[in-house]
DNA sequence: TATAAGAAATAGACAGTGCTCAATTTGTGA
DNA sequence: TCACAAATTGAGCACTGTCTATTTCTTATA
């Protein structure tokens, strides 16, 4: 007849409370002032706790950062299911996976750039719920790459998928830095779906013939 | 009859010199740690000048990591212009441009990556010179565009280049984060290489079109 | 009920960082 | 020889992440 649950000092929050605040509100603090701007010490201070409590919940500032990147992940990969629902079954999937990539840089640019600047110690790697998370979105690609040409997923239809992730990613990438606008290039989306239409219709021809 | 030349107090290194000690130390810095282990007093303790000497010559330890990257940016040009050279006028150029790209970052894996980890602060973009010196990659990459589907260079070629650079760049970030072989990708550039032979090859079918 | 045990939270020290600027060289032209 | 002015220094400031000793509170036991 033990109670396990409240066994700190603080009641104020629990463990998993406390997880989700430093959570949101580094996540916050990222979304504001981008990861040059971040430090585990504002955070504390935000919370109303101390330095040392962060680093009682996550370890170190690249474990906190790490597992901020990997709710942005989550919330990136929620809001494209979102846009794949809104287009219905019949609609032009591929575009709204495009326009689902860019919208969230758009709509998130310090999140979204935090997640490809962030780089971890070589020691740590991320954790094993890191790579889950992170993993959705992938998935989310592939199964509606595997829809478009038609096919089982299989290794190569994941390897046409992490490919186009790709071309789309170098579009963005730029697109967000900046150093598209420097280059005068209006429409980077649209040119990310041109190659990724291109590369499609490449593998239509390619299974017709075969 | 004045000597305007040798103002200051140390005959150790003119203004010049000094200028390129520090931006070739802070260059092998960043080669060997990595963007996140450079730190300005390091490069100092190095060339065995004190730290505030970096401030006057470089006013800002951004600054002095943009002027580093500027520099990589222009070896890197300088490899793709070798490579070109090697192939030839009737070799693969296309296949020895995407080489070239993933080459330097290869090589140089910490310098490729810092160039992009980078951010200036939101006041203070980069000098002319630093324009102009990063330019030089694109231009290679558009006048190859041009050669390859045998036009002249126009804002068309311009803008496909561009699309193509994101395409291989996207393609070549993953590989070198990691990211890519988390996801069990063998052959990165091929694939990159794929997508772009893709790109030109609809292209021309677009100006037979026509 | 009183007390021992133990975990959460904290305070604060340590070694770094970038940046500033008064004080200090020191080469040079007068 | 001297005075000037540019180049250089480095202590000082406000930060940062990390870590350990300490306090504070809850729970379980005697």
Redesign the interface.
């Known amino acids: 007849m033990t109670y396990i649950h409240f066994m700190g000092r603080r009641s104020d929050h629990s463990r998993a409370e406390l997880e989700e605040l430093i959570l949101s509100t580094g996540s916050t603090l990222i979304a504001e002032t981008?990861l040059?701007g971040f430090s585990a010490r504002e955070v504390a201070r935000r919370i109303g706790y101390s330095i040392g409590t962060i680093h009682n919940v996550f370890g170190t500032a690249d474990r906190l950062v790490a597992a901020i990147n990997t709710r942005s992940f989550k919330d990136w990969a929620a809001s494209l299911r979102e846009r794949l629902n809104a287009v219905g079954p019949d609609g032009d999937r591929i575009a709204a996976l495009v326009d689902g990539y860019f919208g969230f840089a758009r709509e998130h640019p310090h999140l979204w750039?935090a997640i490809?600047?962030h780089?971890l110690?070589p020691d740590g790697g991320l954790t094993e719920a890191d790579?889950t998370g992170r993993a959705l979105l992938?998935r989310i690609v592939v199964e509606e790459i595997a829809r478009a040409v038609g096919c089982e997923v299989d290794d190569e239809v994941?390897?046409l998928s992490?490919?186009l992730?790709?071309?789309?990613?170098?579009?963005c990438?730029?697109a967000i830095?900046g150093a598209?606008s420097?280059?005068?290039?209006a429409a980077?989306e649209a040119?990310?779906l041109?190659?990724v239409r291109?590369?499609l219709?490449?593998w239509d021809v390619c299974l017709t013939q075969s």
């Open positions: 981008g040059a750039t490809f600047d780089r110690p790579e992938t994941a390897a992490r490919s992730i790709a071309t789309v990613h170098g579009h990438s730029f830095s598209w420097l280059m005068g290039e980077p040119a990310a041109a190659r291109e590369a219709s490449a």
